[in-house]
């Protein structure tokens, strides 16, 4: 929502230069606190994490609604990222308790596709009400639902690393050059964390096989980097359509329908024709990250005026289609390869690295797509000897104003944006690829398996020492 009303915003705020931390700090805390609360619904019921988290959603949205500076609008999202974290995080659980395994994969895939079809319509709605009710009642009206939605669930349910991150990605984020002290602190935080995990907490919150599992490791560093690529599409494609063919802004929001729709398509499909079982889907989850960083390329081919908006719309829906059913192939595979008793944390730290990728791809992403247009603008505006630092410092935070320019300044400005997209979906798309290898890293072996494997060389063992 939040790309293709950031420009009222920011003009609003007065907060040009800071537009990455509108759409950076919700993902920080969503992502943040996953492990958290996966460890939460095994302490507590999962029905009740679902419904306080709804209930700090709608908080957030209100807050943020009512905020009358930057500092305000920030913490009103980090507030809405610590309730969406446990919305989405215990929606996949109780998904895990509520289905059967030849139904989990259409599950899932709804699930997602639920996801995917509020992000178009929320980023379409919002774009079409912005000059109607203005950006404040679009937050507002959000809480409405969130209250309602967790009341529905506390009915219908029946009863049976966070400062690492944050400093990590407040580094990566910066729009002008990137601090080396958050990363190092971050470094520090996150073995400090996971040595505590290990060695000193009686019960800590990601179990010790999970700690422990290559499997999940790989899982979950390669949907970091996969799944950061994929939001550089949701994040960018509208900026795309904004500053570079200058639509309105509720049609630069409808451009991720035909992505989004692929993405519940992709899911649902291979959930319903294909995961039925449980078992391996090694094979199948390769085939979907590798065909993934070839639409990321051509995207970047694409991101021209000259492009015709008809190749633009069919590549951004393959690029749903095939994550989709990568997601859908990937989670599947995650619950083949890891002991069913760590299932509920193993899927909220699935969830959270998912989560991770909106924070990377906001904050990675949108640090080099800034720098690089800053670098673009500048560069491009010294040629013509002109002096423009201040429309600069606002085209950096305002996509629509674009359109507002004439003559060379929306030549530069155009040019400018086309350069900073390109760069942006070629790193995804290499990005991308390298993840396909770290995914190739999690085997095919299941849990089941490996211990059948570990009890027959115990035995062997046994009976040498025995001799």
Same mark, same amino acid.
């Given at each position: ?5 950031? $420009? ?39 029905? /009740? ?32 990222? @610590? ?20 139904? =989990? ?60 991150? %944050? ?10 050059? @990137? ?6 602190? $971050? ?7 996971? $040595? ?24 979950? /560093?390669? $949907? ?52 039925? =079982? ?72 699935? +969830? ?9 791809? %906001? ?25 423009? +630092?201040?429309?600069? =410092? ?74």
């Amino acid at each position: 929502m939040l790309t293709t009303i950031q $420009s009222a915003i920011a003009d609003d705020l007065d907060a040009f230069e800071k537009t990455s931390w509108f759409t950076s700090v919700y993902p920080f805390t969503m992502s943040a606190l996953g492990p958290l609360n996966g460890k939460l619904s095994g302490v507590f019921l999962p029905r /009740l994490s679902v419904v306080v988290s709804s209930f700090l959603l709608a908080a957030g949205s209100l807050m943020t609604g009512f905020a009358n500076d930057f500092n305000g609008f920030v913490i009103g999202r980090a507030v809405t990222g @610590i309730g969406a974290s446990g919305v989405f995080t215990v929606s996949i659980i109780i998904v895990l308790e509520l289905t059967e395994s030849k139904r =989990r994969g259409l599950a899932f895939g709804l699930l997602n596709s639920g996801y995917t079809f509020g992000v178009a319509v929320g980023a379409t709605v919002a774009g079409a009400l912005l000059p109607v009710i203005g950006w404040r009642a679009l937050f507002l009206l959000q809480a409405i639902p969130a209250l309602l939605g967790g009341l529905v669930l506390l009915l219908a349910i029946p009863m049976t690393f966070t400062a690492a991150l %944050v400093l990590m990605l407040y580094a990566l984020s910066a729009p002008k050059r @990137i601090p080396i002290w958050p990363l190092v602190l $971050s470094a520090m935080v996150t073995i400090l964390f996971v $040595s505590n995990e290990l060695y000193v907490a009686c019960d800590p919150i990601i179990p010790l096989t999970l700690l422990r599992s290559r499997g999940l490791l790989l899982t979950c /560093l390669g $949907s970091v980097g996969f799944m950061m690529a994929r939001w550089s599409v949701l994040f960018y494609a509208p900026t795309y359509a904004l500053a570079v063919r200058q639509w309105a802004p509720s049609s630069a929001g409808a451009i991720l329908i035909p992505t989004n729709a692929g993405f519940a398509a992709g899911g649902v499909l291979v959930g319903w024709l294909h995961v039925k =079982r449980p078992g391996s889907f090694y094979f199948p989850t390769l085939a979907g990250y590798g065909l993934f960083p070839f639409t990321l390329a051509v995207l970047a081919a694409l991101s021209k005026d000259s492009s015709p908006a008809w190749a633009f719309i069919l590549v951004v829906f393959l690029c749903g289609v095939t994550t989709g059913a990568a997601l859908n192939y990937n989670l599947a595979h995650l619950l083949h390869i890891t002991p069913k008793e760590t299932h509920y944390v193993a899927t909220a730290l699935l +969830a959270t690295f998912r989560g991770f990728a909106g924070s990377f791809g %906001v904050a990675i992403g949108g640090g080099l797509f800034t720098r690089t247009l800053d670098a673009s603008l500048k560069t491009r505006f010294a040629e013509q000897r002109m002096d423009r +630092a201040a429309l600069i =410092r606002r085209l950096l935070g305002s996509p629509a104003l674009v359109e507002q320019l004439d003559g060379v300044e929306k030549q530069i400005a155009v040019a400018s944006y086309q350069d900073a997209l390109k760069l942006l979906w070629l790193s995804m798309a290499l990005i991308a690829a390298a993840m396909l290898f770290v995914q190739a890293g999690t085997g095919q072996k299941g849990d089941a398996e490996k211990r059948k494997l570990e009890g027959e060389r115990q035995g062997l063992i046994n009976e040498a020492q025995g001799e």
